[in-house]
């Protein structure tokens, strides 16, 4: 991200940089305490007036890391000045799983790929980092993760979680989970209650079939281009 | 005393959110408590019906904001419970004529005046549920034992937990303890295991409820109804008292019913 070079140093923030977008347009905020950022953005907005009147906006926050409650503050200020924010970008994790919560865009510029291509963003290899949850994902959330997915909680019916590596929940999967989302065909995902709306390894889909007997942590992974759900069985992992 | 901002809420549509909120206002009021109801479903407004209060409507919550008026004259005092006042919502109008922060700003001048503030929010999850949702000390969360309500409710549950407004609340409402029993309708325990929320009532379907709505008499003024009686309780939990759950397994065999002619209005 290009920074402006010789910025007066006396302001106590950068200002933030508006630039016209395919998507609408793309705001990239300075460094420095979230509040002044805040602030000041707000300031620029309100400098333009009707000019920005009805605008989709993207705010890319950089390295701040920010709650729930200040990007949902920022989401309704923005939303007071008639303008809708509609993704945030972010180079921290934490934030974009927060933007995500609140149903917010994380990436611009790349519309949802047909599926089943993957989402992820292809400049990590699978299995090259993996990120935890610890908390239950509700219906409407989705998880988007390139690498593998850990989940301490439950996936309700309704909420995605994609990962281009292995997804691993310890908890009840009722969701639609997508495992090596960008074709990796050895990839698994577990769960301790295997009971997914629907269940994806690399192209191939599977529905969860009716229940019988009793609750046992299982595995699916893919034999010869067919999803199956295998009994946990320490015995026998490698 | 400031008072507490209830909203009620639900993702879905029709499961019962105008209902409850005009019954725990009104066993709210009952209970001596000083109550006023907001009604936020700007564009579509019931709350006002539902209390009987609609044909006394001069000005409405679009009017304060908007400073046409001043707050006493938009509030309509309920004359069989001096305690509890309504505000209705704007017909004329649409949720974008209300900001989060108005109904905050609003919310604070209320809350010197009353003990509770309760706020009924519109279907769905856009601008009008978070405006419902922004002044909210306690949020409830109503759903029907139906998979699709469930689904609405898992997915407002959420919302809520991330703008930092949780947990939310639970009231199951309309159940039909025969059809549970025959494993027709989702049981309270599957609608638990799902939500995983604290459960603060448990709302029989009741013909009662159909009633009085439409006679815009709240049926929580009505000591015989089991539902009425339900709303009664949600109420008391919310004062902070510990209620036991009405047994709804009503299985209407003639011992049953001498008890309960017996046990009047028991839990």
């Known amino acids: ?238 | 005393m400031p008072a507490k901002v209830v909203t009620v809420t639900s993702g879905k549509g029709g499961v019962g959110k105008t209902t409850a909120t005009a019954n725990i206002g009104a066993a709210l009021a009952a209970n001596n408590q000083k109550v006023v109801c907001i009604d936020a479903d700007i564009g579509l407004r019931n709350l006002d019906v539902v209390l009987g209060l609609e044909n006394r409507i001069v000005y409405d919550l679009v009017d304060v904001i908007e400073g046409r008026c001043r707050l006493r004259q938009a509030m309509i005092r309920d004359k069989r419970l001096p305690e509890l006042y309504l505000i209705p919502a704007a017909q004329t109008r649409d949720k974008s004529a209300v900001s989060p922060s108005d109904m905050v700003r609003l919310c604070n001048e209320l809350r010197e005046e009353f003990d509770w503030v309760m706020i009924d929010s519109p279907a769905g999850i856009e601008r009008g549920f978070r405006n419902a949702l922004a002044p909210a000390d306690i949020v409830i969360v109503i759903t029907n034992p139906e998979v699709s309500a469930v689904r609405d409710a898992d997915r407002i549950i959420g919302l809520i937990e991330s703008e930092e407004k949780g947990p939310a609340r639970l009231v199951l409402n309309r159940i039909k303890p025969s059809m549970v029993k025959r494993g027709d309708m989702l049981s309270m325990e599957d609608v638990l295991e799902l939500l995983a929320v604290e459960l603060i009532g448990l709302v029989p379907d009741d013909e009662v409820v159909v009633v009085s709505t439409n006679r815009g008499l709240p049926v929580a003024l009505d000591g015989k109804s089991k539902a009425g009686q339900a709303f009664r309780n949600i109420a008391r939990r919310l004062e902070g008292d510990q209620v036991p759950f009405l047994n709804l397994d009503d299985n209407g065999s003639f011992f049953d019913r001498l008890k309960s002619l017996i046990r009047p209005g028991g839990n």
């Not at chain 1, 309700?156 to 495992?179: F, K, T, Y």
Request: net charge negative; with cysteine; glycine share 10%.
């Open chain 1, 1 to 238: 991200m290009q920074q402006p070079s010789d910025l007066d140093k006396k302001n106590m923030v950068e200002k933030a940089q508006i630039k016209g977008i395919r998507e609408g347009l793309l705001i990239t905020v300075g460094e420095g305490d979230w509040e002044q950022v805040h602030a000041s953005l707000l300031e620029q907005l309100d400098e333009q007036g009707s000019f920005l009147h009805g605008a989709r906006l993207a705010v890319d926050v950089g390295t701040h890391v920010l709650k729930a409650a200040e990007l949902g503050k920022l989401r309704n200020d923005i939303s007071e000045r008639e303008l809708t924010l509609w993704a945030v970008l972010s180079s921290s994790p934490m934030t974009e799983q927060t933007a995500q919560t609140l149903g917010l865009a994380t990436r611009i510029g790349k519309p949802l790929p047909e599926y089943p291509a993957a989402r992820p963003d292809p400049n990590l290899q699978s299995g090259e980092e993996a990120i935890l949850v610890h908390r239950t994902l509700r219906s409407g959330s989705s998880l988007n993760h390139a690498g593998h997915i850990v989940v301490i909680g439950d996936v309700n019916p309704g909420a995605e979680i994609i990962a281009s590596g292995d997804v691993v929940i310890w908890g009840r999967l009722r969701g639609m989970v997508h495992a090596g989302a960008e074709g990796d065909e050895n990839a698994v995902v577990c769960a301790l209650d295997l009971s997914p709306t629907q269940l994806r390894i690399a192209g191939h889909i599977a529905v969860t079939p009716q229940r019988r007997g009793k609750l046992n942590p299982e595995k699916a992974h893919l034999v010869n281009g067919q999803v199956v759900a295998e009994t946990w069985d320490p015995k026998k992992s490698k």
